[in-house]
């Protein structure tokens, strides 16, 4: 008998474990915690950090709601597992849930509930497996991404889908906004595949080889521009890569973070600086140009272009050199 045959009969409501870390996953942990016909037994998630190199540790976004909704919190650092494993055979869940949890899950602890491990991805699966796929499917110029609700298996979010929602992707928003749009589709969505899972209403299908991409965590010096690739690719890069790890340039040596850009028309030797109307930071890249519309200089605040060039005027024919 494998995970997926057992005794499907729960206790009500159904004794609930969540995983997770990111802001990304606070809204379907309160709808489970508000939802009348699940138990949230527990929480568990990363451990507590600092956030700057003074700063106390704090606990994640997913550890802060639990705290504030008085849910028995563990957190799970390196060498934890066997220790984690060994409490949640003894709370005997029905379910659990996880949601960008970035630890992998093994056999010995997939088997403990009933109903499985039911994984949220942020992705239209077999499309966007792994660390990233929010920001991908920005890098990509997708026309859409979504949620996949998932049974968990021994490999990267390749297990058995439950259930898909599409979610269009505007073509100003940045990964930042795509998070938040993202965060309130997941409750319902979430809800509504978890019941019909666990009323037998679904019948898990095994994910297609075909499309399959496995994305994997972006590296903070991927946020460096080289202003020799196309307009387009960079305008893809700032969205992906707002607000972490950002992006950045240098000016005379210093480092100046790009935060807002808009497609532009000119041609000039890459990282040029180019005419432009009044109060506009336009840039030639390999192929277009870029209006550079809101920066933030190394150790000052984000700003509009137009405040920074009041400040730091820059002419016509000026380079701002690769990151």
Avoid at 268 to 283: H, I, N, T
Wanted: proline share 8%.
């Amino acid at each position: 008998m494998n995970r997926y045959e057992k005794d499907m009969s729960f206790s009500n409501p159904l004794r609930t474990v969540f995983m997770g870390s990111p802001a990304l996953a606070k809204s379907s942990l309160i709808a489970l915690c508000d939802a009348p016909d699940f138990d949230l037994i527990r929480v568990v998630t990363l451990p507590d950090a600092r956030r700057s190199r003074r700063g106390k540790p704090v606990a994640t976004p997913v550890g802060q709601v639990a705290l504030e909704l008085e849910i028995p919190l563990t957190r799970w650092g390196r060498g934890d597992r066997v220790a984690v494993e060994s409490l949640l055979a003894e709370e005997v869940p029905d379910l659990i849930v996880v949601i960008a949890f970035a630890r992998i899950l093994k056999p010995s602890l997939l088997d403990i509930p009933k109903m499985g491990c039911v994984n949220l991805h942020a992705s239209l699966l077999p499309w966007g497996r792994g660390a990233s796929p929010i920001q991908q499917s920005l890098l990509e110029g997708l026309p859409e991404t979504g949620w996949s609700a998932m049974l968990m298996d021994e490999g990267l979010d390749t297990g058995p889908v439950l259930a898909k929602t599409a979610l269009n992707i505007e073509d100003i928003w940045n990964a930042g906004d795509l998070v938040l749009a993202l965060s309130h589709e997941a409750p319902g969505f979430l809800l509504k595949s978890l019941r019909a899972w666990r009323d037998g209403r679904i019948t898990p299908l095994a994910q297609s080889d075909t499309g399959t991409t496995l994305t994997r965590k972006i590296p903070k010096e991927a946020g460096a521009l080289d202003w020799t690739e196309p307009a387009l690719k960079l305008h893809r890069r700032i969205r992906a890569l707002n607000p972490e790890p950002g992006t950045w340039c240098t000016r005379d040596g210093a480092r100046l973070a790009v935060l807002e850009v808009a497609g532009a028309e000119g041609e000039g030797s890459p990282g040029e600086v180019l005419v432009a109307p009044k109060g506009v930071l336009r840039v030639a890249c390999g192929e277009g140009a870029l209006d550079l519309l809101s920066v933030k200089p190394q150790g000052k605040r984000p700003m509009a272009a137009s405040d920074y060039l009041r400040g730091r005027p820059l002419e016509p024919g000026h380079r701002l050199e690769q990151g």
